[in-house]
Nanobody, 118 residues
């Protein structure tokens, strides 16, 4: 199993910044792509960002250049730097991983709350 733990959420003003972290443990050799999703109350889960092992990172349309995903494999940690935050960004943010073909599928963290005030 891959286990994921997010941190770094909190309360910020409109226009502020946060950096989220996701630490992976367990069978980290299974990890291929890493990414982030978010979910606000009574809304569907939305994909935020995904970074494959190869190729270009892709982001959700609402990111509009404000967020950056990065990865430090030596620390089994990946990040989401968020700038110019808007109230509409308020949600629980989840990190996830996709596995290489011979391993099991997705792994998910339990989420970290991001709240952006006006």
């Amino acid at each position: 199993h891959v286990r994921l733990v997010e941190s770094g959420g909190g309360l910020v003003q409109r226009g502020g910044s946060l950096k989220l972290s996701c630490v992976a443990s367990g069978d980290t050799y299974c990890i291929a792509a890493v990414g982030w999703a978010r979910q606000a109350p009574e809304k569907e889960r939305a994909w935020v960002a995904q970074m494959p092992n190869d190729g270009k990172t892709i982001y959700g349309d609402f990111v509009r250049g404000r967020f950056t995903i990065s990865r430090d494999n030596s620390k089994n940690t990946f990040y989401l730097q968020m700038n110019d935050l808007e109230p509409e960004d308020s949600a629980v943010y989840f990190c996830y991983t996709d596995s290489v073909p011979h391993c099991s599928g997705h792994a998910w963290g339990f989420g970290t709350q991001v709240t952006v005030s006006s």
